[in-house]
């Protein structure tokens, strides 16, 4: 689910909360150490945000914030704002050498991994233990 949530856009927040869960609390947050990843600079998406590889520049850029139940993925394009929701089910990461990239419900978003740092890839391990820690609460068809 993508929203815009460009300054003066109503955004019904309840939809968001519904997929992926609360907050972290405080306590949490510290225990994990953190629940937001540190700036990840787009390199190439096919979501419906704008984007344009020929006007790329340092400005288009991501924030990932863990929920429980979900992740929220934060875009900056130019001067536009989008949110978008992501359920641990429908979350698949690809990480190379060159890219970052998450795909979810048909798109998908790839960060450029020439200017990340060691944070940027504890982020991600975070990320991949909290969506194993969310998939072992349920059980599936494979499991059996």
């Known amino acids: 689910m993508l929203?815009?949530?460009?300054?003066?856009k109503p955004v019904n927040y309840s939809?968001?909360?519904?997929?992926?869960?609360k907050r972290f609390s405080?306590?949490?947050i510290i225990k994990i150490?953190?629940?937001?990843s540190p700036r990840f600079y787009i390199r190439s998406s096919n979501l419906n945000i704008g984007f344009d590889k020929e006007t790329q520049s340092d400005l288009d850029s991501a924030i990932i914030e863990i929920r429980e139940k979900g992740v929220i993925v934060h875009i900056?394009?130019?001067v536009r704002n989008f949110e978008w929701v992501i359920?641990?089910?429908q979350l698949v990461l690809y990480h190379t050498d060159h890219v970052l990239s998450i795909h979810s419900q048909g798109y998908f978003i790839q960060f450029d991994q020439q200017k990340t740092t060691v944070q940027h890839s504890e982020f991600v391990k975070k990320l991949l233990?909290?969506?194993?820690?969310?998939r072992n609460t349920y059980s599936?068809?494979?499991?059996?």
């Open 140 to 144: 599936f068809i494979d499991d059996l």
């Open 15 to 21: 939809k968001t909360k519904t997929v992926t869960g």
């Open 33 to 36: 150490g953190g629940s937001t």
């Open 76 to 78: 900056n394009v130019k």
């Open 3 to 8: 929203l815009e949530t460009t300054h003066g």
């Open 129 to 134: 233990e909290q969506k194993q820690f969310n």
């Open 87 to 89: 359920p641990y089910y």
């Open 26 to 28: 405080l306590y949490k």
